[in-house]
């Protein structure tokens, strides 16, 4: 923890006692002087808002008005701000202005209601060559509603020729306290190995955050109907419909800092639940699962950023086959079809290195190359293993909130046959969507 505190005031954030501002950001007057810290804040100046609520930024501070405030502080404030999404830009000064003490900040708002496109060709489990599943997804985010910091979304999805739907409310700073609450709805399909399941899912999860957004924890509940079908693209095995209530408990340590275009920081997050499933040919059973994950990014120099994740997941014998662990090149492992593997157990890595090419105001661009390793132990095959790599592009725009376009080419290097060999000899899956790292 120590660490990422040294390498955030270090490097990434901007001092709060020099003038560092951008120079299209207002400058103080000559008659300002410079204060050093520690200082006792008489009166705070935000500059920049157009949107935003002066309230929600004076709520992400650390210090009020009329407090001492200590140069840890003042970088604590600076970090929170950069995290909330809300900002391309984040600056501050401390000056003496008629006499007062003034801690001046200066912010540049993104713009937050964005369309959420994404799409994905990827390569099918046994598929004939030429054969290939698709996915995509249109919708719209705000993720700053009324100028409060509320994310509201809706969007419409269509997996091969089966339509879909999900929409959330999420407030990250519910009653106005440092409560992480989430209410989501999805009704959508998911072309598993064997069937289809069409699931309709109602996500409730509340969460608390502890010491500056280092420890963060809570309860998640899902209720799950689940109906399946022959998706055709696999020899069926179709499970028992079912409903499911699924009760999750989280704690997450450490935090990962945003700065513009770069992350930086670590963390461990770790989950355990129990279910309570009730099948159409069998009485109710309990059941349960322990989830980890552990992430870390890392900013050396001026452009680059590099960050690792590693995930493992275990459950119970009786856990029914639907709400085993699906892994596959929607969110895992790049270069496959979605849920490649079924398993009960999995551990997997991604590794993915950034290079920030160009960094306008309104477009950035940044090349990509990424591993992605998994070992699970499939429900066909046994344990098992698969690799895949590949490179890509992140076409970002700053000045608006999580978008732009992700653009990935992944081959499996080891662990599945090619079938329909494609660039160089190998069956490469293409994925678009928007900005993430993995």
Known sequence: MHLLKGLVVAGLLLPCVARTQPADLPQPTTLEQEVSLPARIDALD??????????VV???LPWRVGAVVSAEQCQEGLA???NMGLFSRVSSDLVRRGGQTVAVLHVEERWTLNPLISFAVLVQRNAKPG???SWWSLGAEDTNVLGQYLDVAAAYEQFNQFSGGKAWLHDPRWLGRRLDALVQWEYLVRPRVGFADRRMLLRSELSGLLDGDRVKIGARLDLMRDHFFDAGDTPPMLPPDGKTALLDLGLRMGRVDVVRLRQVGQSLEVRSGVGLSALSDAPGQVHSQAWLQGLGYWAPGERWNLAARVQGGHQSANTPAHLQYFLGGLYEIRGVRDSYLRADRFGLANLEARYTAADWTWLAILPTAFVDMVVARDA???????VSAGGGVRLLVPRFVRTGLRIDLAAPMAGMPCTSAGLMGTCVGMSLGVYQFF
């Open 80 to 82: 929170k701000l950069w």
């Open 380 to 386: 066909e095959r046994g344990w098992t293993g698969l």
């Open 58 to 60: 004076e709520r992400e």
């Open 46 to 55: 935000v500059q920049g808002l157009w949107r935003t609520e002066r309230g």
């Open 131 to 133: 054969e290939q599943s």
